[in-house]
């Protein structure tokens, strides 16, 4: 074979490669070692994998098990056999060597357009802002720029920010980095989309399950924000009370509250909100609430101490059953003495075996050790829990029966869905008649089965369908005047939406208010990132930037700290002290959202969800493929912006 050079291998503990090789997903085994030997058999049949659609495919790709062992076989030859040194036959394919790659990977084609995104994510080639050679050191001190929030997205762009030399000073309200899931610590917090996808690009992580629980993404945030270098840069405990755009000064001055309450004014070019959306906990008006006498508190405050709030041996209820609520009540119902779920709607929800898996040892030491593995497995995961599952959101004006599905594709979702709630629920007929939705498929964020329905059948676990009257010392009463007896009240009903960074008191131009500009709620925003009349403000995770289709919101994170670094390089080179979103720029990009909206299943008759503000616009979650809104924001335009300078 061409690859191999004649020196000696550096040393390699085989042994763990002939046992881990048997854990390979074999669709990535393939990419690895057409980059080793540059052979295109590799790519041909009969190696070439068959097409899965599963969210969790076979790791056998569908080959028959003598060309598996072929595979196998021939890694360990190649890594564990002779004394020469394996170097790449091709290291960077290119983009028309990425397209085909993926294409064969996944056993279907792949849109041309997903090259670049795929190649820069693999890290073979940088799509990070530079600067040209005229841009000296004491130009870029001039420009000083505050994020607000030290979550996912305030650390990818302080990561950006660090990269480049750009100062910069992060301001978190909280005691640590990791915004939400520092936040959320209730039993069964996790993440519903694959850890080996829902983390930073080039920074990967031992993830010890295929789904971690919070304190395992915890720790990978608090990690990150020591490994980019950010960490240094939080103030903690430190909170912003508003921000004014001074016109004369060209900056934002802004009042923050530090941990010991002293006030004090930091003024600051650019101003970057990296709040996200999903913090500002939805509360309820329950009547009577202050004559119920146990615990009442939202999902996302569970006490810090959980000696404070003992539920073991209780009742407890739980209002919701959206995704908190589906991990939170499988998580508790072995502590408490009765469990009474409040339900307001039906949910769908798939099933995923892999959802409490531990990752194999094999497949561990693969991803650590093996070239190119693990580019390839994060790249599996990518398609499969985000723009691979677009086409069954999207409305088929042909189709005939919109009333159960959107399209005939979303109608077959919808019927494993349905068979799977009907066999988990077939000895209680009538769960089955309230757990099954009147909606298409994703109309509704689509969740995971985390043993929701099994845990229904429970003799101490009620579902409940009838809405809440009042509370009562001891008890909740629904309309139909049943009371039912309850000792501390959970509310899993989520958050305020719409509010996102006009909580802040910002002011913009003209004393403007970012609450006054987003009235009516219904918040706007260019790219979900600009405000006209907000010069040097940025928003992350902004109106239109949620994910509702699947994907990770750590990929949405890195597109917008991209396009906002090279916003601030540009700034910086070209003498610029000040962009503002041109409004006619804004309104086209929020006509082009609507009407794709208007294509996208949470616009369908009749659907109530929380992506929709209370006039019916989608205002949270974005329309477009993971890879159009990464080209929309891979680079910032100039000519986007009225520019001030110097």
């Known amino acids: 074979m061409a690859l191999l050079t004649g020196r000696k291998k550096p040393p390699l503990d085989s042994a763990a490669l002939r046992e881990a090789v048997g854990d390979a997903d074999l669709r990535v085994l393939l990419m690895c070692l057409y980059h080793w030997t540059g052979e295109r058999r590799w790519l041909e049949a009969p190696f070439r994998p068959t097409r899965d659609v599963r969210l969790i495919a076979d790791p056998g790709a569908g080959l028959p098990a003598a060309v598996q062992a072929t595979i196998r076989q021939t890694v360990i030859t190649l890594l564990c056999e002779g004394d020469q040194l394996i170097e790449p036959a091709i290291d960077d394919p290119g983009e028309a060597g990425i397209h085909e790659m993926m294409s064969v990977c996944l056993g279907e084609t792949v849109p041309p357009d997903y090259a670049p995104l795929i190649r820069e994510d693999m890290g073979f080639v940088s799509g990070d802002p530079t600067w040209s050679a ?6 870029r001190e001039a420009l000083r720029c505050l994020i607000v ?45 694959p850890n080996h996808a829902y983390s930073y690009s080039g920074a990967p992580n031992p993830w010890p399950h295929y789904f971690s629980a919070r304190d395992e993404i915890l720790a990978y945030l608090k990690r990150c924000a020591s490994h ?36 004090e004014t930091i003024e600051a070019q650019v101003l970057v909100s990296a709040i996200g959306q999903l913090n500002l906990p939805q509360l309820p008006e329950l009547a009577g609430a202050a004559d119920f006498g146990g615990p009442i508190f939202h999902t996302a405050r569970w006490p810090q101490a959980h000696s404070t709030i003992n539920i073991k041996g209780r009742r407890v209820a739980v209002l919701g059953t959206g995704a908190s609520a589906m991990q939170l009540a499988p998580g508790i119902v072995d502590e408490v003495e009765r ?31 093996l070239p190119y593995y693990a580019k390839w497995f994060r790249f599996t995961l990518f398609w499969r829990f985000g723009d691979g599952l677009l086409p069954f959101i999207q409305k088929d004006p042909n189709w005939r029966h919109p009333e159960r599905a959107v399209s005939r594709g979303n109608d077959r979702h919808r019927q494993e869905l349905s068979r799977f709630i009907r066999k988990e629920l077939a000895t209680r007929p009538e769960l089955i008649e309230k757990c099954l939705p009147g909606y298409p498929p994703y109309g509704k964020r689509m969740l995971i089965d985390n043993g929701w329905f099994r845990m229904l059948l429970r003799p101490e676990v009620e579902l409940v369908t009838e809405g809440i009257s009042h509370l009562e010392h001891g008890a909740i009463v629904t309309r139909d005047g049943k009371r039912r007896a309850a000792d501390v009240l959970v509310l899993a009903t989520g958050f305020r939406v719409t509010d996102l960074s006009a909580r802040l008191g910002i002011h913009g131009r003209g004393g403007v208010s970012l609450r006054d500009a987003w009235a009516d709620d219904n918040p706007t925003a260019h790219l979900g990132i ?51 979103c041109r409004r006619a720029v804004h309104d086209a990009w929020q006509k082009r959202v609507d009407e794709a909206h208007e294509k996208m299943i949470w616009t369908h008759p009749g659907m109530s969800t929380w992506y929709r503000n209370r006039h019916g616009r989608v205002v949270s979650t974005s329309p477009w493929r993971l890879v159009d809104y990464w080209a929309m924001t891979h680079e910032a335009k100039l000519e986007d912006f009225a520019l001030t300078g110097r």
């Not at 840069?233 to 430190?238: A, M, P």
């Not at 390089?569 to 962009?579: D, F, L």
């Open 339 to 369: 469990l009474t779920i409040y339900q307001r709607s039906p949910q769908w929800a798939r099933p995923i075996g892999e959802y409490h898996r531990a990752v194999s040892a094999g497949t561990q030491w693969l991803l650590d050790h």
């Open 530 to 580: 600009n405000v006209p009349g907000f010069p040097n403000l940025f928003c992350m995770y902004g109106p239109n930037t949620n994910l509702g289709h699947g994907g990770s919101l750590i990929f949405h994170g890195e597109c917008q700290a991209r396009y906002i670094s090279d916003c601030l390089v540009k700034m910086i080179e070209g003498g610029i002290a000040a962009v503002d």
């Open 228 to 263: 980019f270098g950010v960490r240094p840069r939080i103030r903690f405990e430190t909170e912003l009370l508003g921000a004014r755009w001074d016109e004369a000064r060209r900056s934002w001055m802004t009042r923050l509250r530090g941990p010991d309450g002293a006030l």
């Open 149 to 193: 929030g030290a979550g996912i997205s305030g650390l990818a762009l302080g990561r950006k920010l660090e990269q480049l030399g750009i100062p910069y000073t992060i301001v978190e309200k909280n005691a640590e980095v990791g915004g939400t899931w520092y936040e959320n610590h209730y039993p069964g917090c996790g993440v519903d989309t």
């Open 134 to 139: 005229g841009a000296p050191p004491e130009a």
